[in-house]
């Protein structure tokens, strides 16, 4: 299996487990972001740990690759309390797609940092799909969801930042285990200061349902960085968004969520965009070999 196909492997995989811990994020209920976010990564840190003191990889790293490391746990943690601000106040399904919108981020990114072209096609697919998130987010004066559907769109520009900053460590080397590692323990810190503060107390059943969330972000993790290691964003960043598809699933038979047709329009958009550049992606790569 050549390095696309396996990431294209990979990104299905981690879009499988993100659904299923933003699900588990909504049925913890009731408690703060940072308290989610906190157990969410304290999990997938001990996971990458043990990843770490087993296989014992090599972590001599030059002084830009800690400075990208900083600036991916940096939006990774911006990222993920955003997103979860939006699970708990919009439908599943909704905050799923605008966190997907990661994807053509990192392509914008990709173009600035790692100096990947972009061509003129692609630039109107990105517009469109920014088009299809106004559909989704319904800025109008009595939406009341705006304000919610807003922070998740930062929290999918966040993500697109941090999985071009992976992107680039996967270039330079630097083992996805300790970037999964590094990534967890800057959160965990990072939020534990108001999590004492301001810590709400939690039933059994809370602690049990955040632990999966954890688990299941830890899974995730190690497939997406995997996935954004062995293929660049714009061959694979299509194969993303069948995460919607277990979102609206997951929703619909966990939670009773049916999004309104507005933003069902809005998906179609997006991922109609999302497709039209990965054909366009594919047949320039085509012609290439």
């Not at 999004?259 to 958009?269: H, I, K, N, R």
Request: hydrophobic fraction near 55%; proline fraction near 3%; charged fraction near 10%.
């Amino acid at each position: 299996m050549n390095s696309k196909y396996k990431g294209i492997l990979y990104i299905i995989t981690a879009a499988f487990f993100f659904a299923l811990m933003n699900l588990f994020v909504r049925l913890a209920g009731d408690l703060p972001s940072i308290q989610k976010s906190f157990f969410r990564n304290f999990v997938a840190m001990i996971f990458a740990g043990g990843m770490l003191l087993k296989a014992r990889p090599s972590l001599k790293l030059d002084k830009g690759s800690w400075g990208i490391l900083l600036l991916r746990a940096i939006f990774g943690t911006l990222g993920i309390l955003c997103n979860f601000y939006a699970i708990d106040h919009l439908v599943l399904a909704d905050a799923t797609m605008l966190n997907k919108m990661s994807p053509f981020f990192a392509i914008l990114l990709s173009v600035i940092l790692l100096k990947e072209k972009i061509s003129l096609f692609q630039g109107c697919a990105v517009a469109a799909a920014f088009g299809g998130v106004l559909m989704v987010i319904q800025p109008s004066g009595s939406n009341l969801d705006v304000g919610p559907a807003l922070i998740g769109l930062f929290g999918g520009m966040f993500a697109g930042i941090a999985y071009t900053m992976v992107r680039l460590l996967g270039k330079r080397g630097v083992a996805g285990p300790f970037i999964v590692f590094f990534f967890s323990a800057f959160s965990c810190a990072a939020t534990l200061p108001s999590l004492i503060l301001q810590f709400t107390p939690m039933t059994a059943a809370q602690l049990v349902i955040l632990l999966l969330a954890g688990a299941s972000a830890a899974a995730a993790q190690f497939s997406i960085t995997a996935a954004y290691c062995h293929a660049p964003a714009r061959e694979i960043s299509i194969y993303d968004y069948s995460q919607i598809v277990f979102a609206a699933i997951l929703g619909f038979v966990f939670l009773h969520q049916v999004p309104d047709a507005l933003s069902l329009a809005g998906y179609g958009v997006i991922c109609a965009a999302a497709l039209a550049n990965f054909l366009y992606s594919t047949r320039l790569s085509r012609r290439s070999a």
